[in-house]
């Protein structure tokens, strides 16, 4: 096996022994939602004037699916829409109590996980960060890329 192919294989390994080590707590903690509504409160509640264009950007998503989650939450009770008074075009999102207590019990879950995780994080040097963020950074790019090239249907900007 091929270099690239043993460091995709870990990526996909250690992406699955995560979600597998993770899966129950989560569903336990947050059984009434879905990860992508999770995912969207939690995007909702790190970027300002979130809209639909931008949750479908950052989901790799087309704007109708970013919408139909967004219309799920307003219907939950999680998020609550809003218009700026100098742009009565655009829509946009932000949580209500309800959906900040669901992106409290979230974030907590995720400082619970790291702990567990530290003690090999711990031991990174700042050069083997340096090198891993790098190439995280230049393999999105690539794929970025790649991604327009292929026309997919997604709205991730340039």
């Keep these: 096996m091929n270099k690239e192919d043993r460091l995709l294989i870990g990526f996909r390994d ?3 022994k995560t979600i597998c080590l993770n899966k129950s707590e989560m569903e336990a903690r947050l059984k009434s939602y879905k990860p992508s ?3 969207c409160i ?3 509640e790190k ?3 979130a809209n639909v264009t931008k949750l479908a950007e950052s989901f790799y998503m087309t704007r109708g699916a970013a919408s139909k989650i967004t219309q799920k939450l307003i219907g939950k009770g999680l998020i609550e829409s809003y218009q700026k008074p100098e742009n009565k075009k655009e829509i946009y999102f ?3 109590e309800q959906g900040k207590a669901i992106n409290k019990i979230h974030d907590d ?3 619970k996980f790291q702990e567990r995780d530290k003690v090999v994080f711990d031991q990174i040097t700042e050069e083997q960060w340096k090198n891993m963020l790098d190439f995280v950074e230049k393999y999105n790019k690539h794929l970025d890329a790649e991604i327009k090239k ?3 249907d997604v709205n991730k900007p340039e």
């Design 14 to 16: 250690i992406y699955n």
């Design 37 to 39: 509504e999770v995912h």
């Design 42 to 44: 939690e995007y909702i």
């Design 47 to 49: 970027n300002a004037d």
């Design 94 to 96: 932000r949580l209500t």
């Design 109 to 111: 879950l995720h400082k």
């Design 150 to 152: 292929s026309g997919a």
